[in-house]
């Protein structure tokens, strides 16, 4: 079956450093990939999209990466900040179309 | 403003009561999903809809039931065979469902509490 694994733990980074965030997943191929952010008890709102073509596309201090050799997306916030703190999805396209999510990973951006 | 509203936020249900979430969207998007979020778990999708009057199963429609007689509106019933109904509830929309971008839009989510 697919399956899509984050980082299983939370990362806490001095503010001003990279958080790099892993996506891999497995049984399935997808034509993209995006990434959400989601506050405490908000909905997910949407960052990236990276297609399979694309090695890297950046948004401001965002950066992803796309290895469909390894199956894995990597997600770098750069000079983080503490309005960063959050929690980051993943989320593959599947080949029916439909978006399938990650668990997420939190990251908490220290003053 | 364009978005999703969901209602209600917070939502206490006694066991053996069905529950209708509600769902509507003014961003003219043909596709509508509802997810749910557990702690810990990624978001899992219960039923979604291409188009008006038509809507299909995702992984785990057990327990659920929709509808989609509107274009901008698409409510989810919890139903009491809904063995493990607490959690939170995410409606979205995207443009279609296959082609372009996919890029969902979440409404803020609906709270389900069962006492």
């Known amino acids: 079956s697919q399956k899509i694994e984050q980082n299983s733990e939370a990362l806490n980074i001095q503010e001003g450093k990279t958080a790099t965030l892993t996506c891999n997943y497995t049984?399935?191929?997808?034509?993209?990939l995006q990434w959400y952010r989601q506050d405490p008890g908000r909905g997910p709102v949407f960052l990236l999209l990276?297609?399979?073509?694309?090695k890297e596309k950046r948004k401001e201090r965002l950066k992803v990466t796309f290895d469909t050799t390894l199956k894995q997306s990597l997600f770098h916030i750069t000079a983080s900040q503490p309005a960063d703190s959050a929690t980051y999805l993943c989320?593959?396209?599947?080949?029916?179309?439909?978006?399938?999510f990650g668990a997420g990973t939190t990251v908490t951006v220290r003053a | 403003d364009g978005g999703i509203t969901q209602s209600p936020k917070y939502l206490f249900r006694k066991e053996g009561q069905n529950v209708t979430l509600s769902c509507e969207q003014n961003?003219?998007?043909?596709?509508m999903y509802w997810y749910r979020q557990d702690p810990g778990q990624g978001l899992r999708l219960i039923y979604y809809?291409?188009?008006?009057?038509?809507?299909q199963k995702g992984d785990i429609a057990e327990g659920y039931s929709v509808s989609r007689e509107k274009k901008e509106s698409f409510p989810l019933t919890v139903t009491s065979a809904q063995k493990n109904p607490t959690a939170f509830y995410l409606c979205?929309?995207?443009?279609?469902?296959?082609?372009?971008?996919?890029?969902?839009?979440f409404g803020e989510g609906s709270r389900l509490t069962v006492l």
């Open positions: 979205a929309s995207s443009i279609a469902l296959a082609g372009g971008h996919g890029e969902l839009f």
């Open positions: 990276i297609r399979e073509n694309e």
């Open positions: 049984n399935y191929s997808p034509a993209y």
């Open positions: 809809s291409q188009i008006v009057n038509d809507f």
């Open positions: 961003l003219n998007h043909d596709a």
């Open positions: 989320a593959p396209r599947s080949n029916d179309y439909k978006l399938s």
